[in-house]
Structures are given as structure tokens and as C-alpha cells.
């Protein structure tokens, strides 16, 4: 397991990395394409650039995809934002208990992404739901959400492992 959470681990990196840059491109054409529409109106010139009526959506979609993958990479290397005041007064035992529910509770939240996202692709797709701009499937925007859950669960349970294994959970 942690052979193959290695490698997810290595190829997330890298495909936030591409969704970021898409999503900065994106919001960067829509701000371009919208500033010189203004500027030919302004100037009464010929409109040659009309504002893209794309790239909101997809910049949203993007965001989306870009939030839930990340998530899922920062819980992989340990860099979620946590509350420590209490557990900084826990003795070892109480940290380990600690570790374990919390751990526990991730990977019961990410297997409710991923059933429950499961079903919302499902229904999309067979209702054949599409995007008002792009004309995507919707189930496609939304296979986010078991993918990240799918993920999440997956580094959440062999953490449980590891860290039970070796005696150290911090």
C-alpha cells in the first residue's frame, strides 16, 4: 500500500502543479480578452475581441479539481492546518488515541466523498447533465469528488497503519 500511495503521491505533485498553471492561463485570458474589448469600445474601434464566455466556468471547474486534489496531496504529506493546543498537553498514549480518531474520522469522510460522489457522477451522467458554456459532461467535473475522497482514504488508512506500527504517532 505504501508502494502505490508513493507513487500517487509523486504523480499528484505534478498534476496540481498543471492545474494551477491552467487555472492562473485561464483567469489571465479571461482578464485579457475582457480589458481589450473595453479598450476597443472605449477607443471606438472595431470589437476584433469579444470577453470569453468560457473561461469562468472553466476556470471554476479547474479551482474545483485543483482544491480537492491538493487536499488530498496535503494530507498525504501531513500539511493539513491542525488545532494542536490540546494535543500539545496529551501525554503519548492520549496523542495516540488521538491520531487514530482523527485518522479514523478522515477516512470515514473520504469514504462518504467517495460513495456519495460515486452516485452524484452516476446520476449526471445517466441524466446526461452537461456544462452551460463548455457543453462538458458533468460528471466529469464532478469525478473530483471520489477521486479526492478515493485518495484521502487510501493515505488516511495506511498512515493508521504505519504510524500504529511503529509505535509514533505525531
Not at 65 to 71: E, H, K, N, Q, V
Not at 76 to 100: C, M, N, P, Q, S
Amino acid at each position: 500500500m505504501s508502494r502505490i500511495n508513493v507513487l500517487l503521491e509523486r504523480l499528484l505533485a505534478p498534476l496540481c502543479a498543471l492545474l494551477m498553471a491552467a487555472l492562473t492561463l485561464t483567469v489571465l485570458w479571461q482578464v485579457a480578452s475582457r480589458l481589450a474589448n473595453r479598450i476597443s469600445v472605449a477607443m471606438d474601434w472595431p470589437v476584433w475581441i469579444t470577453p470569453s464566455t468560457w473561461t469562468e466556468e472553466l476556470a471554476s471547474f479547474l479551482l474545483s479539481w485543483t482544491a480537492l486534489l491538493g487536499a488530498a496531496y496535503a494530507l498525504r504529506r501531513g500539511e493539513h492546518i491542525g488545532l494542536d493546543l490540546l494535543y500539545k498537553g496529551f501525554d503519548a498514549r492520549w496523542k495516540r488515541i488521538a491520531d487514530v480518531a482523527t485518522r479514523g474520522a478522515v477516512a470515514l469522510f473520504a469514504l462518504v466523498m467517495v460513495i456519495g460522489g460515486a452516485m452524484l457522477v452516476g446520476v449526471t451522467l445517466e441524466l446526461d447533465q452537461r456544462t452551460p458554456a463548455l457543453g462538458w459532461p458533468m460528471g466529469l467535473i464532478y469525478g473530483a469528488v471520489p477521486l479526492s475522497g478515493a485518495l484521502m482514504f487510501a493515505f488516511a488508512i495506511e498512515r493508521v497503519y504505519t504510524d500504529n506500527a511503529a509505535g509514533d504517532m505525531t
